[in-house]
């Protein structure tokens, strides 16, 4: 059985000159190809989000082999409860992300990059549900066909990021 591991770290000595990292908890991750990069990202102070590559495995439906995995072709995101250390959302992405996901949360949104589909998803906490996201919106690259002088890949969504005014920032080469 493939895993990851998470460790969680909090500063015991915050403030201080010498800063003092203790292991709070830790848990594992089943069912992953062991060349998967997990992102991880917090949206608050208890509630991690993770993107899982293309390549996660998980057992057949029905399957009582647990090593009977199939592997899958698009890339995931999980919502966790760092208190109960419980998946406590997987949100189902638009398009289907064939590359590694790149993604960053803050306490009002969650931004997944994708590069493979020039786009960009921009999802809001729930109203109702704490830690749960609401996609809200796509971002498409303004011109998806290359211009003339360009032979290469725009890559937009490679990288994302929200800054505190909540603005959105996408890289795109």
Known sequence: DMKEEIRLYS?????????????ETSWFIHGLN??????????????LVAGYGPGEKTPWPGSADT??????????????DLKTQKEI?????????RYTIKLQA???????GDSSNNAAYVYEHSKDDAGVFVHVD????????????????????RNVAINT???????AS
Request: charged residues 20%; proline residues 8%; negative net charge.
């Open 138 to 157: 796509t971002l498409k690259h303004p011109n998806p066909a290359n211009p003339p002088y360009m032979n290469f890949e725009r890559r937009f969504g």
């Open 34 to 47: 062991q060349n998967i990069d997990l992102a991880l990202t917090f949206s608050g102070p208890d509630i």
């Open 11 to 23: 500063n015991a000595a915050p403030g201080t000159d010498t800063s003092e990292w203790v292991l």
């Open 67 to 80: 090593s009977d995995y199939s592997l899958s072709e698009c890339a995931k995101v999980k919502v966790y």
């Open 89 to 97: 959302q997987a949100i189902s992405l638009p398009l289907c992300i």
């Open 165 to 171: 005014n909540n603005d959105i920032l996408v890289y």
């Open 106 to 112: 803050n306490k009002d949104y969650l931004v997944i």
